[in-house]
């Protein structure tokens, strides 16, 4: 790939330019077009084929506006477009429909060159919701993508696409698994407390399928770094970044670790009355659902895009029960002291469209939490699904 997002963001006609100066040539990662893709049928089978071909194989950058010789551009001819929303549309609706399942995460960039027309730029992460096939008329085929070209994948070649995305998730879980285990056991750089623990973890699935690392030393010079984390302690560690609030008089009732693979594990021991033994009734659907847009920025600003694995988990719940208002008799009936005293969500898909609606896409979370404690689902939501915090 070529243009990386920080790329994109402040892109500049020189940097254009470079690919052409530079002969920077086709490869897996990068394509040229000089031409963009028109109505007709076989035009839209192959601009289909080539994204698709990214998206199955390592990702990359499809470039329409260069013409190229023998793959080495030699001049960036750019592209007339008379309306840009609409032909952006076009594109995005074409990859939606045509393409399944739905690739996350392309980007695509018009530029405008000084000669008036267009460099269009589409960034294309490697997916892992894999294989991905082009479904348009009678045509349904899957593609990838090799040093050379895009091509067909044959049956063998699906199989361990297919193989390898059920590996994926199963060591996405493990890792989880084995990071409750050593919160449990205490085997931290911080000491925390044996109250309950609410646990995220949002886990990209770039961490476990390439080498991916994120750039520490881009994080100790980010406003990021003070903007969210100004009066939180901030260490570096063999994982990556640690940040936390203990001091010499306390232990870490908050902490985050920030692995160089791109996971986030945030662990928050504040949201309950441990006198009363009590949660409120709120805090622990509405703590994530306002919490998870700021660590996804943070993913961000590493050039990590969704998808990403969300889990939640709650620790050390035993004997604690949801503090409920004044005014629910009737639930008051039914709310009783946890009796598990560990809970393990399943874990949830954050896309772009989930990232849309956090209070639908996390639903299936808080109701076992509310059945924990003796109730049918979670009362903050209304009939239509919608949240509804009830004060």
């Not at 050379?148 to 590996?167: D, G, M, P, Q």
């Not at 920030?258 to 409120?280: A, M």
């Not at 703590?287 to 590493?302: D, G, H, T, Y």
């Not at 849309?356 to 689902?377: E, R, S, V, Y």
Request: aromatic letters at 12%; hydrophobic letters at 35%.
């Amino acid at each position: 790939m070529y243009f990386s997002l920080n790329d994109i963001k402040n892109l500049t006609e020189e940097r254009i330019n470079d690919l052409m100066n530079n002969q920077i040539p086709e490869s897996k990662t990068l394509d040229y077009k000089e031409q963009l893709p028109d109505y007709s049928y076989e035009h839209k089978k192959e601009f289909l084929a080539d994204v698709s071909s990214f998206s199955n194989a390592d990702g990359g950058n499809l470039i329409f506006g260069v013409k190229e010789d023998k793959g080495i551009p030699v001049e960036i001819t750019g592209v007339e477009v008379e309306d840009l929303d609409k032909e952006k549309q076009r594109f995005e609706n074409l990859i939606r429909d045509c393409i399944e399942p739905r690739i996350q995460g392309i980007i695509i960039t018009p530029f405008k060159l000084q000669n008036g027309k267009y460099i269009f730029i589409f960034y294309i992460p490697k997916s892992f919701n894999s294989p991905h096939v082009v479904k348009i008329n009678t045509h349904w085929r899957f593609y990838s993508r090799n040093s050379a070209e895009k091509y067909s994948l044959e049956v063998s070649e699906l199989r361990s696409i297919i193989t390898l995305s059920s590996s994926i998730r199963e060591r996405i879980r493990d890792f989880r698994l084995e990071r409750i285990s050593q919160i449990k056991n205490r085997d931290l750089p911080v000491i925390i407390s044996d109250d309950p623990k609410f646990i995220y973890h949002l886990i990209p699935l770039s961490s476990f399928a390439t080498d991916f690392s994120i750039d520490l030393a881009k994080f100790e010079h980010s406003n990021i770094k003070a903007q969210l984390f100004y009066d939180l302690i901030k260490i570096y560690n063999y994982e990556g970044i640690l940040i936390h609030n203990a001091d010499k008089e306390r232990n870490a009732s908050w902490y985050a670790q920030v692995f160089r693979n791109g996971i986030i594990e945030v662990c928050n021991n504040q949201l309950h009355n441990s006198q009363d033994k009590t949660i409120e009734r709120d805090i622990f659907e509405s703590e994530p659902i306002e919490k998870i847009p700021r660590w996804i920025s943070v993913l961000n600003f590493f050039d990590i895009q969704l998808p990403i694995i969300f889990f939640y988990s709650i620790l050390d719940i035993h004997g604690y029960k949801i503090k409920l208002n004044e005014y629910e008799t009737m639930r008051k009936r039914q709310n009783r002291s946890f009796l598990t005293n560990d809970l393990l969500m399943a874990e949830v898909l954050i896309d772009d469209n989930a990232i849309n609606n956090l209070p639908l896409t996390f639903k299936p979370l808080f109701d076992p939490i509310w059945n924990a404690a003796g109730h049918p689902q979670s009362p903050n939501y209304n009939d239509k699904g919608e949240w509804k915090i009830k004060n």
